[in-house]
């Protein structure tokens, strides 16, 4: 299929871009494409709008968004242990499914064409990604309790997992996901990194979130979470260490040493009082290209949209920082995008020729980008995702003047799902 | 006229809304008023929609609006001085109208009724607000650079926009705006007292938003600001004081004494890394409910929306505490909704018979505020503006199905006006 923008807004021009499969073939100023001998199957007319890569979610569980509004304003263990791993604990791989259709739909209706998730019932997430329509980097909650039984298993299901996952769509990118050097055993994390650098994959993994994740792993090891990963040899470029709250001076140069992946959840780590990642240490270290921005799971933040979190993220470093020029707009935009693309691996992230035809356009008519004096100011401080009109991912239209197929029937059936959950 | 709002859900339960009027005559169960012998000239079906107070925004300066996104990311005084004092500058009465116009507009986009303002062409504001039909508050800057003239001259047109003020429609208050006290002498600042004194009149002034204000203050009186507002006899119940960022034990027990009223701008105080007022202090200190939330100018933060700034304020108090139990998701709703209410001395803040027909409808099939768990949480942590569906105030209908009368020409004119003045 091919697919016609015309009139859209890209870098400050107006111009048509023409979508042939799920690429981006050619851009060219606006009308110049009706003089061309090609003719799209679809035409979307794009005046008064502009054309920005659609946003990536680095770090989510996308099924807590049955969980949302749930359990809030509480200190984090307790929050985790009466009210989330009880309720987890009851999960089936159907409300996975419909946990993670509630929060694909949130996702396209806010312009997050991908994101990296980390759940139960990886089966439930993935077809639920499938009929979404939307890119996914999925992996599969890997905690073994430092128990060898379990850990086989969990080996064996990475194995199959990943076997399975080559039948899928290529929207579909099946990556490991380690929980955390609290919940995973030395010789898991060693499998991890074999089986990832065998099989080229990514390793998704929580890194340093609170300090006393810190504490139990010097009494444990004897060192940092991140000193003890070089040591065992983990790290990587195919490394994506989410959270990096507390590290220190060394850890940050082994992070860059190794071009390791960091991926940056300012609301939930405000939210549950976890601290602040040191962002201008990180761009002193030389990682800036290395960090992305996700939301974290809907229970800690709680919604999913990543034009909220590009400006808290902004605002907490200006805040934490004591200066108002740490992360200007055009950095906290490039984390959702094209530095999240580089992270993921994926050629996409910009609007440009060749690159993949995920896209969003958004409303310049909507009040809160108006004027626009400043696109990029607007996307970042003023906009939130109902400034989003249309979606494209993977060459396919999710959503057209905010409409997407199904929704209704899919928030009724998701709510009914979520309720039965935490009546069980 | 007589408006029935059928079905909606009011703390959690099915009712129907009479409003005659300008208030809320009667809250009874759902279908009961069908019985009943009234019949409402409109009728607004609210079902799946959840009925809440509109929202105050307790501090802006609306026509700063056509500035959004003109400049950010840089150091407070080059902002200002470089950029908005030029701007200003240059202002009309008929930008601030323009402008205000198009502040009133995104507001009532995300459920907000009532905005406490302060800026230059009060008429320019207040003929805004007329035609919109949202609530405010109105100061005019009083600036007079420590001279005695425009002292003068400022005292005169204070007097004159108040008597003018009387042949307005109650919907518009007006109050005092001494700018701050780097900016007013101490001889206005008596003046500004009396007045208010004598027409009980609110008095709306920036407190210690910056650590430079107070040395500089320090410097010219030897105390820290509220102490010498204290010492010149200048608080009262009626002092609205804004940001109060920088506040010793000492001035938080003045402020106490003299039921002084705050408001807290977090979003503007992380964007221009002002620092954090110390909310969970303030609430030792007795004043919990003497605290509204306001958005602050959109130069600043750069939007117009008290959901994000509710969730903002939850956000940077739970990471800055150290605490995520600091202001629940119900505290953060009750600064922008009854405390509020309390603080601009307004008969609303709440859905009860009796108080003003001042209504926002959630939708409560919006994805964002699925699952439903807790109402509350859902508008504090995951709401944006557009989930407001329809707005009353006064007893108006402004919105209905995220429809206002108007909006494209209105948003096309303020443009084209925001547009002019940054190239006059």
Redesign the interface.
Known sequence: MSILIKNVLVGGKERDIYIEGNLIDTISDAGSSNEGVREADFVIEGRRKAAIPGLFNGHTHAAMT?????A?????HE?LSTKIWPLEAKMTEGDVYWGTK?AC??MI?SGTTFFNDMYWYWEGSARAVSESGIRAMLSAVFIDGFDEGTAKEQIRRNEALYEGSKKLSERIIFALGPHALYTVSKESLCWVKEFSEKHNLLVHIHVSETGEEVEECIKRYGMRPVEFLDEIEFLSTRTIACHCVYLSRKEMELLRKHDVKIVHNP?S?????A??MLYEELKKAGLYSNIALGTDG?AS???L?MF?EM??A???H??G??????M??QEAFELATINAAKVFRLNSGVIAEGKLADIVLLDL?K??L??????T??IV??A???CVDTVLCDGEILMEGRKVEG??EL?ER??EV??EL?DR
Chains 1, 2 share one sequence.
Do not use: F, I, Q
């Open positions: 049955l969980l949302r509004g749930y809030d304003d509480m200190p984090l929050w509630l739909l949130e209706k609301t780590n405000m939210k549950l009082a601290g602040r809907c933040n709680n919604n949209d909220e400006k808290v902004s605002l907490v200006k805040a920082s004591g200066d108002p020029t740490n200007p707009a008519k009040v809160e108006v004027p626009n004096h400043n696109l100011s607007n401080y003023s939130n995702g109902s929704e209704e928030t998701a709510e979520a309720y935490v």
